[in-house]
């Protein structure tokens, strides 16, 4: 079954350092593939998507992220992380039917 | 308005009476999905609508749930009498048209969050 796996629960970084936010996906094909954030008690905003092309991808708020077919993975980064970016970040894959199917999240608390 | 609007925002039932959850997507937008957000859950996809065609009903838990959208725009999510496990956020999402097809950015609304007592 198609899957997205987030596989840290909670990060805590230092504001002012680089952030790495993991993601792998189970997939045959190539899907379409989604970075979300979910500041507390907000609704989730779309940060950047891969569809083709480029792999290393420029979303809003300073965030990229990188696809790599070989390692089915789809990794969120920011060089320098500000107070303002905690919140929980969601990866996500459309699998053709059309639904987004989600990862479980990964909380970000950003240390003064 | 220019983003997907739901209402209630916050809702506070008793076992067992029914719900209904309202959602006006984005203007224009075909396709309108439901997911529901738990604790410790994530998110769960429930159900989705493109234009007329028959919903994508596979995500829906139990039959005491059921959608429609009417006039292809706004749509409601009714739970039949919910139980505590029903307690979530319920988040409505649309899309120009299927994300799956176009890869369209779907969009969220800010959620109904229900709390059954």
């Known amino acids: 079954a198609q899957s997205v796996t987030q596989p840290d629960i909670h990060i805590t970084v230092s504001e002012g350092a680089s952030l790495e936010l993991r993601c792998n996906y189970s997939?045959?094909?190539?899907?379409?593939l989604f970075w979300y954030v979910q500041s507390p008690g907000q609704g989730l905003q779309l940060l950047l998507k891969?569809?083709?092309?480029?792999?290393l991808v420029q979303g809003i708020k300073g965030f990229e992220a990188e696809f790599k077919r070989s390692q089915s993975s789809f990794n969120l980064r920011k060089p320098s992380v500000h107070w303002s970016d905690a919140a929980e970040y969601f990866c996500?894959?459309?699998?053709?039917?059309?639904?987004?199917?989600f990862g479980k999240g990964t909380k970000l608390s950003v240390k003064p | 308005g220019a983003g997907v609007s739901q209402s209630p925002s916050n809702k506070v039932t008793e076992k067992g009476k029914d719900v209904e959850l309202r959602c006006d997507p984005i203007?224009?937008?075909?396709?309108l999905y439901w997911y529901r957000q738990s604790l410790g859950q994530g998110l769960e996809f429930l159900i989705y609508?493109?234009?007329?065609?028959?919903?994508?009903k596979s995500g829906l838990p139990s039959d005491r749930f059921s959608a429609e959208r009417t006039g292809g725009s706004v749509s409601t999510l009714t739970i039949q009498r919910t139980q505590q496990e029903d307690s979530a956020v319920y988040l409505c999402?649309?899309?120009?048209?299927?994300?799956?097809?176009?890869?369209?950015?779907?969009?969220f609304g800010e959620g109904s969050w229900l709390t059954v007592v």
């Open positions: 999402a649309s899309s120009l048209v299927l994300s799956g097809i176009s890869g369209n950015t779907i969009y």
């Open positions: 997939y045959g094909a190539t899907p379409y």
């Open positions: 891969y569809f083709s092309g480029d792999t």
């Open positions: 996500a894959v459309t699998v053709g039917q059309g639904n987004l199917i």
């Open positions: 203007s224009g937008h075909t396709a």
């Open positions: 609508f493109q234009g007329n065609s028959a919903p994508d």
